[in-house]
């Protein structure tokens, strides 16, 4: 793993861990949804995207931001309402669009819309790329998309966080069979991996998003394990301390310790650099 | 030159002069050319541009608006309109907020389709008229077709504007001739607002959607024969948002006003006309603005069932009659 990965997983985990100490004190609006555990999905999966390619992100999706670009103050400054916001603060946490990247707050939304931007990008070498959860395949726009996306050759990268929780309901009350089978059903590509290491994630995926660039749509399925509350403090569940996290398993790694502290450091300056900015503007 | 055949011929025109636009919907392919014949020739003439889907309301909507975000422009139609409740959460919640939930102004050259309304018997799935459900929504522009407007410069104003709209198509428009209004009628179109009258001050000025226009001449003949009440019939192109300054102007001399559309009862496009026109003309009036449309009622398919619900020559009549007592 190169220092810029760690750092960037760092970052992450770092922005996520001050977003819920911000909320616990009370100084962030609304809600927001952590990727705390899932942190090496965006950092691996955007190591293999060019600047042409579109993404499209959803309600978690802080990591799917800070792995595409190196702005935490942008984001921040979106999420608390503050000048020098992506989208002036009118999108907040769940709705960002910058350079080819875009975010919404519906479930199973992004789908058919990435599929019409792998259609504008069809034959061009660049691809759409959405990360979905596990609870997204409820939604029937899913279905309606990959069946699109492998009709007309689509250049489509699902990415799928399946981190077996959709806010508080565990998949197997939620889920009939599994998703392999859903995507050999439209004879789309399926591919199941776990994501503990950022390397090994990228060589396995380099020649398959490879062939996605040639219209051949492939649905990435990453065990991952969701820290966090889905929204703030709701969480319901027990035992989420014994889950494995990859920040725990590096932390005896050479180098960790004094990248884990820059991480720190830099959150800890964006959010006070951010704080005393001047709220953003609008103009409608 | 039937409305059909205007409105194909301007879908033509849009394909053609931009080879990044796209058409995309079920069944458009030749010989068969859409349900509606609409479509007709195109996925000849533009192989490329023109996509046959899966039934996939929702699907087919957010691929248009996909290629709109990249800056395409993108048509696709919805075989009849009450289906779009399927790309309800397309059109409301990604289209139309994209233009500005992201802090700045997204153009988004999006025309979503929508053959509408009943009179063909085709029962309650596929009569209706649902312009009301899309009427303030942010972001979003509904227009209706109309015999007295040219569907080329309406599509081109629909995509000029760069927002997402929805394009209401009353399926009885279809076979009917383009700007055909028969003596002692005439018309005249002013920024996208046809009027229909004869050369005097009007007792009643109703107002209509397009697929209304044939019903509200019918009456407004009645009206002048049997009972010389003269009749202006006004009819925008854009329902929503709604340019009120020039009907404001043609309503305040008015002895009365009637909105007449083919929606059923309750939280109608009337409503808010009536609305806006009581903001701006209270004390004006001399009655409040008057609401024709179709009852309460899901529109059955029997014909002597549907024409008891769906709005008639003779509601906008009566509704005239009514208003001027």
Known sequence: ?284 | MRVVENLNRALHEVLAADPKARLLGEDLLDPYGGAFKATRGLSTAFPGQVLTTPISENAITGVGAGLALCGETAIVEIMFSDFVTLAFDQIVNFAAKSVSMYGTRVPMRLIVRLPTGGGRGYGPTHSQSLQKHFIGVPGLDVYEMSPLHDNRAVLAAMIASQRPCVFFEDKVLYTKRMHQVDDPFTWDLTDGLARVHVDAPPDCVIIAPGGVTHRAVAAMRRLLIEQEIICTLLVPSRLHPLDVTSLVAAARGAKSVVVAEESTAGGTWGAEVAHRLHQELWGVLRNPVALAHSADSVIPTASHLERAVLLTETTIHDTVLESLK
């Open chain 1, 1 to 284: 793993m190169t220092t810029t990965d760690l750092d960037r997983l760092l970052l992450i985990r770092h922005f996520e861990r001050a977003l819920l100490d911000l909320f616990a004190k009370g100084e962030l609006n609304g809600t927001t949804h952590t990727c705390l555990g899932q942190e090496i999905v965006p950092v691996a999966v955007s190591g293999l995207l060019g600047p042409d390619d579109r993404v499209f992100s959803n309600h978690r999706g802080h990591g799917h931001y800070l792995a595409r670009f190196d702005d935490p103050a942008g984001l921040l400054a979106e999420i608390m309402g503050r000048e020098g916001a992506v989208c002036g603060g009118v999108g907040g946490s769940q709705h960002i669009l910058r350079d080819g990247y875009v975010s919404t707050g519906v479930q199973g939304e992004s789908l058919p819309v990435a599929a019409g931007a792998a259609l504008h990008l069809r034959g061009s070498g660049a691809l759409a790329c959405a990360y979905i959860g596990d609870g997204t395949w409820g939604e029937g726009a899913v279905y309606e998309s990959l069946n699109l996306a492998a009709l007309w050759g689509l250049p489509l990268l699902v990415v799928v966080e399946h981190n077996g929780i959709a806010q508080t309901t565990p998949t197997e009350l939620a889920m009939s069979g599994d998703i392999a089978a859903r995507c050999a059903a439209f004879g789309v590509r399926h591919v199941a991996l776990p994501a503990d290491d950022v390397g090994a994630v990228r060589a396995v995926l380099e020649p398959l998003v490879s062939s996605v660039r040639t219209g051949s749509p492939l649905v990435v399925e990453f065990a991952v394990n969701r820290l966090g509350p889905h929204s703030k403090g709701d969480d319901t569940r027990s035992g989420v301390d014994e889950l494995r996290d990859w920040y725990r398993d590096m932390s005896g790694d050479t180098g960790f310790a004094e990248a884990d502290a820059r991480a720190h450091d830099l959150v800890d300056s964006v959010v006070r650099e951010v704080k005393a900015r001047p709220a953003s503007r609008w103009d409608r």
